[in-house]
């Protein structure tokens, strides 16, 4: 019988499933988090299609269904760099594994903080320091009444690395934006291709990401300096405008991800690489705030720094404890995604 147990939480409503890997004494050879990242996507593997491995089969048990399900998304905790950071995480989807997760650094400083793991005060805020795949994070923990009340999480410099890249989908000619802001991420309009972000357009919109992210897949803008890891489309972001807020701009967005994910947050991560599109476009200056819905809603507000750096403020709640286990007679053994 094996057995694993997690912490959930939801960011904005996109699910994070936390695996502490030293209480499960899950071992992931590596110096650092990029190098344990490449040993549980394994030799010959990709970020969306990693080779199997004992760490891997826990991502498959986590994601698939019973245990799982499609939208499902996670992170392993492992040992930090160095001492400047509290820990690191491996952030894991249904595909296999990515190089950045807002959403998933918001949920782990609340769960840091609601564990006791970083020591936190009953009112005001503290940085938990993370480090992820594409570099050195950080979560500000705000709380009161001795509660959280949200997180701002501080990416790594976000960089545009084209405009307007002619992409023909079935729905027509997009032009699309390319940024960087710890994973790839590829903007365009929704009215571009005759759609809106609402619920009901979601299978046009899954299309239409899945297409865009293919036909980028050798697009030289979507190369990363520092190697193959952080190179390639991670997730496609169909916006749509909504009427400014007295303090910025207000958009909606679908994030498309991976093999075809959604996003149920406004997503952290593609987030701060539409903050960088929108500062170089001269809509977002200093002092002002970008509102960034999801499509079911939720919100993230988004700030632009000095030199690139981006903040994403949102909320993350706990949804639940649990201990999954995978009983040798189990004929759907790790399980199966629909």
């Known amino acids: 019988m094996i057995t694993v147990r997690t912490v959930d939480y939801h960011t904005a409503g996109e699910p994070f499933r936390i695996v502490d890997c ?14 344990r990242c490449a040993t549980a996507i394994g030799p010959g593997g990709s970020g969306t299609a990693p080779r199997r491995g004992a760490l891997d089969d826990v991502r498959r ?23 400047g950071a509290h820990f690191g995480v491996l952030f894991w989807h ?33 940085q938990v320091r993370i480090d992820v ?58 009215r571009d291709l005759g759609l809106d972000v609402s619920r009901a357009s979601l299978p046009a919109l899954v299309r239409a990401g899945r297409e865009i992210r293919a036909a ?41 991800f991976a093999d075809g994910q959604v996003d149920r947050s ?30 079911t809603g939720t919100v993230f507000t988004g700030r632009m720094l000095d030199g690139g750096v981006t903040e994403v403020t949102g909320a993350a709640c706990r949804t639940g404890e649990h201990a999954f286990v995978l009983d040798p007679h189990d004929a759907l053994g790790s399980g199966f995604s629909l």
């Open 22 to 35: 030293g209480a499960e004494d899950l071992a992931v050879p590596g110096d650092t988090v990029a190098e």
């Open 216 to 256: 980028l897949a050798t697009h030289p803008a979507t190369w990363h300096p520092d190697g193959p890891l952080l190179s390639g489309v991670y997730g496609v972001i169909l916006h749509e405008e909504l009427p400014d807020t007295p303090v910025g701009p207000h958009q909606r967005n679908v994030t498309v």
């Open 61 to 83: 048990l986590l994601v698939q269904e019973p245990r799982g399900h499609a939208g499902m998304y996670g992170g392993f905790v492992v040992p930090a760099d160095d001492d």
């Open 94 to 126: 249904k595909d296999g594994y990515s190089t950045a997760c807002g959403h998933g650094t918001i949920a782990l400083g609340a769960w840091a903080v609601d564990t006791g793991r970083v020591a936190a005060p009953d009112h005001g805020d503290v």
């Open 133 to 190: 795949p594409s570099g050195r994070v950080t979560a500000t923990v705000h709380r009161e009444g001795g509660r959280t009340t949200g997180v701002t999480f501080r990416n790594v410099p976000a960089r545009v690395g084209a405009r307007k890249v002619p992409v023909a989908t079935t729905l027509g000619l997009a032009e699309v934006d390319i940024a960087h802001a710890g994973a790839c991420y590829a903007s365009v309009r929704a």
């Open 266 to 295: 406004p997503c952290g991560s593609g987030t701060s690489t539409r903050l960088a599109l929108l500062a170089e476009d001269g809509r977002l200056g200093p002092g002002e705030d970008l509102l960034n819905e999801s499509v």
